[in-house]
């Protein structure tokens, strides 16, 4: 009998202090956050759905192993449109070391395959083009729709391929 009395203060006890202001506050902080989120997710899939966003990237590597490097210049960036790319990027040119530090700086009209697929993380989005050579690059995005953070792998047919990671941002 003593420890039926015991179980239910503990069970009373639980059930007390499953309904302090603490434990509201926690859950409305909880709520609030996802409701952020969702609007976050959905901002996101807006500017990719739109064709109209620029990435700016931070940070560059050569595939698969290279060294990450720092972009401090913020004025790179690859602005998507409608109907034409601006890239203006670092890019490591060659197969193996040492590779060719050039800057990618065109403007393409022509995006061939351009293909937004929706994922369980957010989004890919891919085109192909050759930047005025015979060599044909692959910009691949991928978007991480919670995060923000972006992934963009460009490869090549004759060199290998430069990862950047950074972030989308709309263009009104």
């Known amino acids: 009998m003593r420890y039926l009395f015991l179980a239910?203060?503990?069970l009373c006890g639980s059930v007390a202090v499953a309904q302090t202001p603490e434990s509201i506050r926690r859950a409305d902080?909880?709520?609030?956050?996802?409701?952020?989120?969702?609007?976050?997710?959905?901002?996101m899939d807006s500017v990719v759905l739109s064709h109209n966003f620029v990435f700016r990237p931070e940070t560059y590597m050569v595939q698969p192993a290279g060294m990450s490097r720092v972009i401090n210049n913020g004025d790179f960036n690859i602005t998507v449109r409608?109907?034409?790319?601006d890239i203006y990027v670092p890019y490591?040119?060659?197969?193996t070391p040492p590779y060719s530090l050039v800057i990618l700086?065109?403007?393409?009209?022509?995006l061939d395959n351009y293909i937004a697929r929706q994922t369980d993380d957010g989004w890919v989005v891919s085109f192909n083009t050759n930047l005025y050579s015979s060599n044909t690059y692959t910009f691949t995005f991928t978007v991480y729709s919670k995060t923000g953070e972006v992934n963009l792998?460009?490869?090549s047919d004759f060199y290998s391929t430069v990862s950047y990671q950074g972030g989308l941002q709309p263009v009104y």
Do not use: P
């Open 92 to 95: 490591l040119q060659g197969i």
């Open 29 to 43: 902080r909880e709520q609030e956050r996802e409701v952020k989120t969702a609007a976050f997710v959905k901002t």
């Open 82 to 85: 409608n109907n034409y790319a």
């Open 153 to 155: 792998d460009i490869s």
């Open 8 to 10: 239910l203060a503990v």
């Open 105 to 110: 700086n065109y403007t393409i009209t022509v």
